[in-house]
């Protein structure tokens, strides 16, 4: 079964609904040729291992907290907070509580 995308003008909720099982999975809400959307949901203890994307990125934590790790740095963020990465940059995240985040990514060829 194909992945249900978002289209254009189309409102899409990005907040945890209690016990809706959907979004407690990580998923992309859209892709454009130049721009990808997601979800993703980091349970407690739960890591991204080191990678990278050629575009930059935004990761924007919405519930919870995350070790964001770049450039030799670790930081902590919580609910609210937003970090900006260049493109081509190594990091790795882990889940310090039940984590939710938005993450944009510039997507280059």
């Given amino acids: 079964m194909a992945i249900q995308h978002a289209i254009s003008g189309q409102p899409v909720g990005v907040m945890p609904i209690a016990n809706a099982s959907r979004l ?3 998923e992309a809400i859209f ?4 721009l990808e959307v997601m979800r993703l949901v980091l349970p407690k203890g739960k890591s991204m291992p080191a990678h990278k994307v050629a575009g930059d990125i935004t990761v924007q934590c919405l519930e919870g907290s995350i070790e ?3 450039d030799g740095a670790t930081q902590v963020l ?3 907070e937003m970090l900006y990465l260049a493109g ?3 990091h790795s995240l882990t889940g310090i ?3 939710l985040a938005l993450v944009h990514i510039v ?3």
Avoid: H, I, M
């Fill in 88 to 90: 081509g940059v190594p």
């Fill in 24 to 26: 407690r999975q990580s």
């Fill in 97 to 99: 509580e039940d984590a």
């Fill in 31 to 34: 892709k454009t040729n130049e």
């Fill in 107 to 109: 997507l280059r060829k």
């Fill in 68 to 70: 964001f790790t770049s």
């Fill in 78 to 80: 919580v609910a609210g």
